[in-house]
């Protein structure tokens, strides 16, 4: 059965500080991932993706990712208290036709000011 | 800008009401769209894959006569909840993929609140 693994914290980090969040997957063929925040009573928006290995930078943002290890991160540099939401790790069923996600039960992370 | 809109983004009914919910495509045409169902606290669980012109592809455990899927058009898709109880209460949250091909992001609606009295 495809996984996705999330610790589910909370993760509690200063404002200011780098908050790391780590997402693991089972399946090796996979090779597209997403990073989704959501606000409590909101849905989930998309904040990054990346399909190859190694980091990509958009602002605050890095998502790093090392398919050997079947692992991908998400750091979010100079956090602020709006930061303050669950984050979802989201990968691609590499065996389904119609573009399925497999999300992680997600990580809540709290950026104390 | 949003890229998927959903409708209603709340509803409280009484129980055995039939409750419809759409989801559009905003600019771009969506072929594949999905369902999700998310209760407090947890992750999002995929219902059902919406084909447009074709039979909605339901997962494991999900009633397809409770939750009925159409997507008439590559526009919209809707879901049904027939005869809503109690226990349907949840956060209904569609998306689609805006880009074509494999791989691409999924897009989400702003969701509907379903509460059922």
């Known amino acids: 059965q495809k996984e996705v693994e999330q610790n589910s914290g909370p993760l509690s980090v200063p404002e200011g500080a780098i908050a790391s969040l780590n997402c693991t997957y089972s399946?090796?063929?996979?090779?597209?991932f997403f990073w989704y925040r959501q606000y409590s009573g909101k849905s989930p928006e998309l904040i990054m993706f990346i399909y190859s290995n190694g980091d990509k930078e958009d602002g605050r943002f890095t998502a790093q990712l090392n398919k050997a290890s079947q692992y991908v991160s998400l750091l979010i540099r100079d956090s602020q208290p709006s930061d303050s939401a669950t984050y979802l790790c989201a990968v691609y069923d590499f065996y389904n036709q119609g573009g399925k996600l497999i999300f992680g039960q997600g990580t809540e992370l709290s950026v104390k000011p | 800008g949003a890229v998927v809109s959903q409708h209603p983004s709340r509803v409280i009914c009484k129980s055995g009401t039939s409750v419809k919910i759409e989801c559009r495509s905003l600019d771009f045409q969506a072929t594949t769209m999905f369902w999700y169902r998310q209760f407090p606290k947890q992750s999002l669980m995929l219902m059902a894959t919406s084909n447009e012109g074709s039979k909605a592809t339901y997962e494991q455990g999900v009633e397809k006569d409770k939750f009925l899927i159409n997507h008439a058009s590559l526009t919209l898709s809707t879901l049904t909840v027939t005869s809503a109880h109690p226990e349907d209460s949840s956060f209904y949250i569609c998306s689609a993929n805006k880009d074509r091909g494999r791989n691409q992001p999924q897009h989400f609606g702003d969701g509907t609140r379903l509460s059922i009295l």
């Open positions: 399946d090796r063929g996979s090779q597209s």
